[in-house]
T-cell receptor, first 114, second 110 residues
Framework: NAGVTQTPKFRILKIGQSMTLQCAQD?????MYWYRQDPGMGLKLIYY???????DKGEVPNGYNVSRSTTEDFPLRLELAAPSQTSVYFC?????????????FGPGTRLTVT | AQRVTQPEKLLSVFKGAPVELKCNYS??????LFWYVQYSRQRLQLLLR??SRESIKGFTADLNKGETSFHLKKPFAQEEDSAMYYC????????????FGQGTTLQVKP
């Protein structure tokens, strides 16, 4: 199993450009999440999905969009990139293990907006 | 409100010294807590969860409901323990969502 994969690993965008961060998992997990990681701020949840066709906003959704057409894929879309979106983005998926959830993370995408 | 606080941004210790990374939480009811670790240039990975009461890589964490804490401890730090550590609290919804603390960087000096 590849687990959770993310592409690209790095990207530099100009202000106003758009892009899609790809995320895929091969563990047949229903739950998937997008986080951003900023220094000293921890991880903030952007969007999440509890299954194909179902998405919902997290703590910091502004400026982002998601879709979940399949169980495997959960892309994150930035429509009009802004410097405030410079961050490291992590995708994760989870399933119930015993009585507990365990989240599995992708390797991250480092995005710079200039 | 559900919240996780890690009061230390950076904890620096010498190899062989004891380590305690602090985590406090705010939650009504029975919390479900985790510690995640991120080694340099690697992805986050689960270190341990309170429900399992396990010891991983010599680390343990005990849930103290009275003090609303879930501190991570290791009696003798190793250089390879240097990493970013996140404490996380599972939200009360059935979505598997986690609330993360701000993270603590552990630096183990030789």
């Amino acid at each position: 199993n590849a687990g959770v994969t993310q592409t690209p690993k790095f990207r530099i965008l100009k202000i106003g450009q758009s892009m899609t961060l790809q995320c895929a998992q091969d563990m047949n997990h229903n739950y998937m999440y997008w986080y951003r990681q900023d220094p000293g701020m921890g991880l903030k949840l952007i969007y999440y999905s509890v299954g194909a066709g179902i998405t919902d906003k997290g703590e910091v959704p502004n400026g982002y969009n998601v879709s979940r057409s399949t169980t495997e894929d959960f892309p994150l879309r930035l429509e009009l990139a802004a410097p405030s979106q410079t961050s490291v983005y992590f995708c994760a998926s989870s399933a119930i293990r015993g009585r507990s959830y365990e989240q599995y993370f992708g390797p991250g995408t480092r995005l710079t907006v200039t | 409100a559900q919240r996780v606080t890690q009061p230390e941004k950076l904890l620096s210790v010498f190899k062989g010294a004891p380590v305690e990374l602090k985590c406090n939480y705010s939650y009504s009811g029975s919390p479900e807590l985790f510690w995640y670790v991120q080694y340099s240039r690697q992805r986050l990975q689960l270190l341990l969860r309170h429900i399992s009461r396990e010891s991983i890589k010599g680390f343990t964490a005990d849930l103290n409901k009275g003090e609303t804490s879930f501190h991570l401890k290791k009696p003798f730090a190793q250089e390879e323990d240097s990493a970013m550590y996140y404490c996380a609290l599972k939200e009360s919804s059935n979505t598997g969502k986690l609330i993360f603390g701000q993270g603590t960087t552990l630096q183990v000096k030789p």
